[in-house]
């Protein structure tokens, strides 16, 4: 157990660290966007997901070196002793790392007024990410048979790797980027879903998944003291793609689609609200005399519901939206 204490405070340390120096380093090569919703929009560095990739490929990558060259101590929860459960880690560690990749090439390229990165074109998005499913859908990673809300265990066959594996991942790296723009709101609802899925998997003795969700989520955590308001960093596409692709390979490799279908719910209502406006619409608003008004007399995004009223500030309507995860996400444990 202490392994797995050190690979939480390794994965820690490490973006703490990083995070300062990719601030400096973003801003010396000129990857800075406007923060939208403060009154005087000032420039601030985008992608923070390279912070936080990095804290959790180094704690994925200390524990498999302890694993490798002093297999004979017990940690206890027999983790990754077969070459199946590392074959999966391996997989899900890479899907990650080629999602935050794609995210970071469309943080790469910033509009001429800073307004935000332009780097990839809306079909390019999930095409590009359709390739972080080929490590999982190779090696078979999850298992065929699946829970489904209501419907309860149905066996797809092999219709799982090869059609439902890409369309998950897919899906939910895109999702979480849909649900954006506040400071702190992507990290924090991320650390609170991958958390609770983390917390899930653990219970449900599905430790492999258990592990990727114990070492990601304190990345996440110190990455979210400097992407707090005011942020002096954004999370940008790199960051976002990351926690929607991590949610996929927590529910494949730990075969919990239902739970994370359960926890994806405030995506789905975001999908919905978007496609109203035809997927145009901004979650973020303006803020005035200190407050965040929303560009829209409609709501067309989660975050409109508090926007709209113009009471509430950039901070509150962030923890008005963490509290939306926490309480979706803790419905894992009664549905």
Same mark, same amino acid.
């Given at each position: ?16 660290? !990083? ?24 420039? =601030? +560095? ?13 704690? !994925? ?103 439902? =594996? +890409? ?23 991320? !650390? ?110 989660? +975050? ?30 009664? =549905?």
């Amino acid at each position: 157990m202490s392994l797995i204490l050190f690979c939480v405070f390794l994965s820690f340390a490490i973006a703490w660290f !990083i995070t300062p120096w990719l601030i400096r380093y973003l801003r010396r090569i000129g990857i800075i966007v406007r923060d939208a919703n403060k009154e005087r929009q000032p420039l =601030v +560095p985008i992608s923070g997901g390279l912070a936080v990739f990095s804290g959790f490929f180094g704690g !994925i990558m200390f524990f498999v070196f302890y694993r490798t060259f002093f297999p004979g101590v017990d940690i206890g929860y027999h983790l990754v002793l077969t070459p199946k459960e590392l074959l999966s880690l391996f997989s899900g560690l890479l899907t990650i790392f080629i999602i935050a990749l794609v995210g970071f090439l469309d943080d790469l390229v910033i509009k001429p007024n800073k307004e935000a990165s332009s780097g990839l074109r809306q079909w390019q998005k999930p095409l590009l990410t359709l390739t972080a499913s080929v490590p999982l859908m190779v090696v078979n990673v999850g298992t065929m048979v699946m829970a489904v809300p209501f419907l309860g265990k149905v066996n797809f066959g092999i219709l799982y790797p090869l059609v439902l =594996v +890409p369309i998950g991942v897919v899906g939910a790296s895109n999702m979480v980027n849909m649900l954006a723009g506040f400071n702190g709101m992507e990290t924090g609802m991320g !650390i609170i879903n991958i958390g609770m899925l983390g917390l899930y998997a653990f219970v449900y003795e599905r430790y492999v998944a258990a592990l990727i969700a114990a070492i990601l989520c304190p990345a996440l955590l110190a990455f979210y003291y400097y992407n707090r308001y005011p942020a002096k960093i954004l999370p940008g596409d790199s960051l976002t793609y990351l926690v929607g692709g991590a949610m996929a390979v927590l529910a494949i490799v730990g075969n919990m689609e239902r739970a994370a279908l359960i926890v994806s719910i405030p995506f789905f209502i975001e999908f919905i609200l978007k496609s109203r406006k035809r997927f145009k619409a901004d979650s973020y608003g303006f803020c005035k005399d200190g407050t965040i008004h929303s560009k829209y007399d409609k709501i067309y995004s989660i +975050p409109h519901l508090f926007s709209r009223t113009g009471k509430f500030t950039e901070k509150q309507i962030t923890y008005f939206m963490m509290a939306i995860a926490l309480l979706f996400s803790s419905l894992i444990w009664v =549905v």
